[in-house]
């Protein structure tokens, strides 16, 4: 059985920086990315950022130069260095399992989703 845990979440000050993680248990073989979303208050749930088993990144724009995923090559733990903490990077943060096919490197087909973690960012 897959299980997600994040943890790391918290209030911060605009401007600071919080590092949420996400412990993995069970991850099947056909797993190659694992993503952080979040889903705002009143806010529509967004992906941040993901990485393949390559090592390939990608980010949404809104967090790009501030963000930063990064795992171990176990794929036991994924990382989610948050830095420059805006008040609109409040909300609660998913740890999600999944796989990147081969014919659309552009498509993340999630999986397996963690309980998420809240991030609170103040002004």
């Known amino acids: 059985q897959v299980q997600l845990v994040e943890s790391g979440g918290g209030l911060a000050q605009a401007g600071g920086s919080l590092t949420l993680s996400c412990a993995t248990s069970g991850i099947i073989f056909n797993i190659n990315a694992m993503a952080w979303y979040r889903q705002g208050p009143g806010k529509q749930r967004e992906m941040v950022a993901r990485?393949?088993?390559?090592?390939?990144?990608k980010y949404v724009d809104s967090v790009k130069g501030r963000f930063t995923i990064s795992r171990d090559n176990a794929w036991k733990t994924v990382l989610l260095q948050m830095n420059s903490l805006k008040p609109e990077d409040t909300a609660v943060y998913f740890c999600?399992?999944?796989?990147?096919?081969?014919?659309?490197?552009?498509?993340?087909?999630?999986?397996?989703w963690g309980q998420g973690t809240q991030v609170t960012v103040s002004s």
């Open positions: 999600v399992a999944g796989r990147v096919p081969p014919y659309s490197r552009s498509t993340f087909l999630d999986d397996f």
């Open positions: 990485i393949t088993d390559d090592g390939e990144t």
